[in-house]
């Protein structure tokens, strides 16, 4: 059973920084891309970052760029989200999710199967 369990996130200032981690079970978690989407009231739920399965290519969302880095520790059946100069557009709650496949690698929220609970990322002026 697919289970991912998503934490890190909280209560924090513009400029402030969070990781956020996403703790994997019940599948090969070294198989499979992985990103990080998030959903802010009222609209829709976007891509935010990705990885592929052994993190050696990554992606993000023109509005994250050069602030997140998404990274992995297959070892420890993890994924991160370092997140840095949180604006409060920021604000959302932050998903992760796996691809459909094996060694897949996408940008589009359809192409991920399994998702998390979401996490909260509140960032105040």
């Known amino acids: 059973q697919v289970q991912l369990v998503e934490s890190g996130g909280g209560l924090v200032q513009a400029g402030d920084s969070l990781r956020l981690s996403c703790s994997a079970s019940?599948?090969?978690?070294?198989?499979?891309?992985m990103g990080w989407f998030r959903q802010a009231p009222g609209k829709e739920r976007e891509f935010v970052a990705a990885?592929?399965?052994?993190?050696?290519?990554?992606r993000y969302a023109d509005s994250v760029k050069g602030r997140f880095t998404i990274s992995r520790h297959n070892a420890k059946n993890t994924l991160y989200l370092q997140m840095n100069s949180l604006k409060t557009e920021d604000t959302a709650v932050y998903y992760c999710?796996?691809?459909?496949?094996?060694?897949?690698?996408?940008?589009?929220?359809?192409?991920?199967?399994?998702w998390g609970q979401g996490t909260q990322v509140t960032v105040s002026s």
């Open positions: 999710a796996v691809t459909r496949g094996t060694h897949a690698f996408s940008v589009r929220r359809d192409n991920y199967g399994d």
């Open positions: 019940g599948w090969t978690f070294s198989s499979y891309g």
């Open positions: 990885i592929t399965w052994n993190g050696d290519t990554t």
